[in-house]
Every structure is written in structure tokens, then in C-alpha cells.
């Protein structure tokens, strides 16, 4: 479960959409639509059978006769596919629909082949690969009794616990090995300080060293390497979890320390790299990785501050959980290239997931003070994080006050290619006052919201030409369960797309 999920309101009712007569527009993909890119591919092994000893270093005679399954070949573009994360659970919960005229604004064909996805820093000696973040070690500790403790036993002398990630950079300190001056008994003596939490939504160390390895093997490695990490019997995947779950804290870090050896040699013979360079899109799965393990190591621990926030305002907190998200970059086809902001932006989550998932230049506004100082935290660490993982990613700008005001963002207004606005709680006073600057947008720029702009029955006259409501075009779209942090209902949002030829046509002919 990510921490994106721990804030859900389960249960909650669905907030009904008022009725309205927008056309409705849904785009079918086939739910067996496969992804052209290898980190597109998550690698099952449950026909692998490698008797190769663990470690990524293979002859080639070993590499060609390791058995690899169809479905982790690399195989050609597929022109749609279905984005996928843990909560997808392949129904959906609309009833059936039929097909209907797709609109030019939902081409899945993104601008974005070009996008380097690999950073050049993050695999060179640049500044020693050390830089400021937050270790887990920082976050989960024996110095906070109250909230965990230890899972292994404890005694002798301490050492760092480390994880080394796929590009150069320094490891994440875990925990503290602590072993006795007895070194001939080294496995007899050792013993760790590694922590699990005593809540069960709070953050748990152990859970995200295999998380994280798991990650990195089925998305950083060549097929014919992640199929002997990931072997059933004696991969080394299976050798980690054995150890945890049997508390077995010695072994636990022989593998910790063996998968630092081999992704080590992965990356220095270029193995890593290749992966990176022959790819053009991130899966979604290592999307939320990278997101969760910002969030948990910055918000998380001070997500109570989130809650004060006056009922009836503008000022109400909630979060588009990162499945719907990238269903938004989808649909409104945003590319590498684009400019995206959005207003409203919170702690920023949006924000940098379209920096990564996309690689465009983002922007975000937030009025919000508590909400403000725990973006820039998430920003810190989300640049650290890609980092660790050797990502390249999209220009980041976050600005702080009223987005109707912030004059950086009112300069940005006229250049944007796609606009975010999470106005499900905003007045009508701001939804019509944002309105209003709708009219400096350029052409085609997407305004993406939760309430449609345009009031239900708006037709163009001669009274309202001045009116922005003439200059959106409108589409109404559907989102499912686990989308939304307020509750996890399906409901809708609306794409107003900025198209000036309607009002045109009326102010030539009379007649839209």
C-alpha cells in the first residue's frame, strides 16, 4: 500500500455531479493493450527456471541458454495502452458504454520520443555522488520508542546499513549493523538495528528495501539478469524476503550487500545505462515508487498539518492520486516540450509526477502555507530521489500565494499547454473569476477541472460575446475508484479545450 492511499477517506460517499448537458466523450483501450518501452515491462518469473548462481555476471553461453519468457521480450509499440498500478483491478466501475467519436485532444501519441530519460549526473562522479536527503534511517528509528521497534536483535558495535540504487550515487542509510569484536564468529555475533513500525501505515524500512529492489530489477536490468533475480527458488528476490520474513537480520544483509555488488557492476559495465538510453517512457509503477518514497520520507510525517484548513473556503485539502493523474497527462496528450501548471497544487505531488512522468516544465501555485512549506520538502527529496534512480526530469517551479495574483503565474496563463485545477471545493465566486482569465489562454491549451467552467446550457448570443464560456470547448470524462483522495467513488471531470472559432463563426454569420 502507498502512502498515497493511506490518505483515502474509505468508505466516503460520492459527491454527485450536478446534471448537465456537455457532450460526454470516454476513450475505450483495450485492458490487454501491452506498452512498446522495456521499463514498461514488470517481469513475472513464474516459469523461469535459472540454476545460474545469484548475481547479475553471466558468460555468454549462460545468457543464451537462460530460459526468458514471451512476455518479457521486447516487442513492437502497442497504440494504446492502458495505464496500470497496484489498484487497478481490470473491471471498471462505469457500465458498459458505447464506442464514441474520439476528439483530436486524446492522440496517445505523445511529443515526447525525444526525451532523454536518463541523467548524465547521476551516472558520473559528479560532486563524489554525495548530496543532501532524507535517509529512511532519519525517518524510522529506535530513537522514536513510541513508534517502532527493532526487528532484529541488538548488540556489539554499529555500522551503517546501505542500499545502493541503479545509477552512481551515494547508498540510503537503512540502519545500524551492529556487530561484536568477535570477528571469527561473524555470523554467529551480528546483529541488527533495523525497525518496523508499530502502526501499520507508518513507514516500514524493511517493506521498502525489497520494494525498491524489486524495482530496480525489473526495471533497470536486461530481461535475461532480472530473470535470475527474480527466479522462484533461489533468486534474489526470494533469498530477501526468506530472511525478513523468518527475522533472520544476517542474512537479510549477505543480500542486501550481494545486491550491492551486482548493480554496482550492472551500471560500470553499462548495463543499467542501456536499459535507460533504448527507452522513452517511464512505467507507472516506477513512477509511484519514486512518489511514495518522497512522500513518505517528507509529508508523511507531518500530514497532520494538512487538516487545518477552514471548512466552507477555497483553502480545503485533497489529493489526484497518481493513476488518475497520469490519465490526465494521457488524455490531454501532454509531451515533454508543453507547459503544464497547476493551480491549486498542494504539496506539490502533481507537480512532480508530471516532471517525471513527462519530463515537461511544470509549475504549481498554492495558497496555503502548511501546504506550501511541505512542497518545497517533497521537491528537495524528489530531486534527490530521481537522483538515486538516474532519472532526468522536467523543470520544477513551485510558487507560494493566490494564483489569480502571483504575477509568475499570470505569465505563465498565456504560454500553457495543459491547466490542472483540482476546483472541486473552490467557490463560485473563484470559479468564475479564474474564468475570466481563460480568455488569454492560447489556443488549444486544455484546462482540465473536476467542476466544468461552462454552466450547463450555455449557448453563445449577442448579449454574452464577451463572455469566456464562448471560447471552451468542453468534454466530459469519467474517472474510476482509487483516483481521488476524498473517496473512492468513480465520478467525473471535465477537459475544456480553448477553441475561439465557434465565437468567430457567430460574430461572421450569427449562427455558431
Known amino acids: 500500500m502507498s502512502f498515497f492511499s493511506l490518505i483515502q477517506k474509505k468508505g466516503s460517499k460520492p459527491i454527485p455531479p450536478a446534471p448537465n448537458s456537455i457532450r460526454k466523450e470516454i476513450v475505450h483501450s483495450s485492458s490487454n493493450a501491452k506498452k512498446t518501452s522495456f521499463l514498461n515491462t ?78 548524465l549526473t547521476a551516472f558520473s562522479d559528479e560532486d563524489l555522488g554525495q548530496f543532501p536527503m532524507v535517509h529512511a534511517s532519519d525517518v524510522a528509528a529506535l530513537d522514536k520508542p513510541t513508534k517502532y521497534r527493532p526487528v532484529f536483535s541488538q548488540q556489539g558495535e554499529q555500522e551503517a546499513i546501505q542500499l545502493q540504487y541503479p545509477s552512481a550515487s ?156 497520469s490519465e490526465i497527462f494521457r488524455v490531454t496528450n501532454l509531451g515533454s516540450t508543453h507547459i503544464f501548471l497547476d493551480l491549486g497544487s498542494g504539496v506539490g505531488n502533481v507537480i512532480l509526477q508530471a516532471a517525471l512522468e513527462v519530463g515537461c516544465e511544470s509549475w504549481g501555485c498554492e495558497i496555503m502555507e502548511n501546504a506550501c512549506a511541505l512542497a518545497g520538502l517533497q521537491e528537495h527529496e524528489f530531486k534527490a530521489r530521481c537522483r538515486l534512480w538516474g532519472l532526468a526530469v522536467g523543470d520544477i517551479n513551485l510558487e507560494r500565494g493566490d494564483f489569480l495574483e502571483n504575477q509568475n503565474i499570470i505569465k505563465m496563463l498565456p504560454k ?37 467552467f461552462v454552466p450547463t446550457g450555455h449557448r453563445i448570443t449577442s448579449r454574452n460575446l464577451n463572455s469566456a464560456y464562448n471560447v471552451l470547448e468542453v468534454a466530459q470524462k469519467r474517472y474510476y475508484s482509487a483516483c481521488v483522495s476524498w473517496t473512492d467513488a468513480p465520478g467525473s471531470y471535465y477537459v475544456s479545450r480553448k477553441d475561439s472559432s465557434r465565437l468567430k463563426a457567430f460574430s461572421r454569420n450569427g449562427v455558431v
Not at 494504446?80 to 481490470?90: F, H, K, N, W, Y
Not at 541488527?192 to 530489477?217: C, G, H, S, Y
Open 170 to 325: 551515494q547508498q540510503e542509510t537503512y540502519g545500524i549493523y551492529l556487530q561484536s569484536a568477535m570477528k571469527r564468529a561473524f555470523l554467529m555475533v551480528c546483529s541488527f538495528n533495523l525497525v518496523e513500525p508499530l502502526q501499520k501505515d507508518d513507514f516500514k524500512p524493511l517493506e521498502d528495501i525489497t520494494e525498491t529492489i524489486e524495482t530496480a530489477v525489473n526495471y533497470y536490468l536486461p530481461p535475461v539478469d532480472a530473470a535470475v533475480f527474480s527466479d522462484d527458488s533461489h533468486g534474489l528476490l526470494r533469498r530477501l524476503k526468506r530472511a525478513r520474513d523468518k527475522r533472520d537480520g544476517a542474512a537479510f544483509v549477505l543480500v542486501i550487500q550481494e545486491w550491492n555488488d551486482a548493480i554496482t557492476e550492472a551500471r560500470k559495465d553499462g548495463r543499467v545505462a542501456r536499459v535507460l538510453d533504448e527507452s522513452t517512457e517511464l512505467d507507472l509503477k516506477l513512477i509511484e515508487r519514486i512518489l511514495t518514497q518522497t512522500y513518505a520520507r517528507t509529508v508523511s510525517p507531518r500530514v497532520s498539518t494538512l487538516r487545518q484548513y477552514e471548512n466552507g473556503t477555497d483553502n480545503v485539502y485533497g489529493e489526484l492520486l497518481p493513476k488518475f493523474v
Open 416 to 452: 500553457a499547454d495543459v491547466i490542472l485545477v483540482n476546483n472541486q471545493a473552490f467557490t463560485p465566486e473563484l470559479n468564475d473569476r479564474l474564468t475570466s482569465h481563460f480568455l488569454d489562454l492560447k489556443e488549444g491549451c486544455q484546462v482540465v477541472s473536476l467542476k466544468s
Open 42 to 119: 514488470a517481469y513475472s518469473t513464474s516459469s523461469i527456471s535459472v540454476r545460474k548462481p545469484v548475481g547479475l555476471k553471466t558468460n555468454k553461453a549462460d545468457r543464451s541458454n537462460a530460459t526468458v519468457p514471451e512476455h518479457i521480450r521486447r516487442r513492437k509499440r502497442s497504440q494504446q495502452a492502458r495505464l496500470v498500478s497496484d489498484s487497478d483491478t481490470g473491471d471498471s466501475d462505469a457500465s458498459p458504454q458505447p464506442p464514441i467519436k474520439k476528439s483530436r485532444a486524446t492522440n496517445d501519441k505523445r511529443k515526447s520520443m525525444k526525451r532523454q530519460l536518463r541523467s
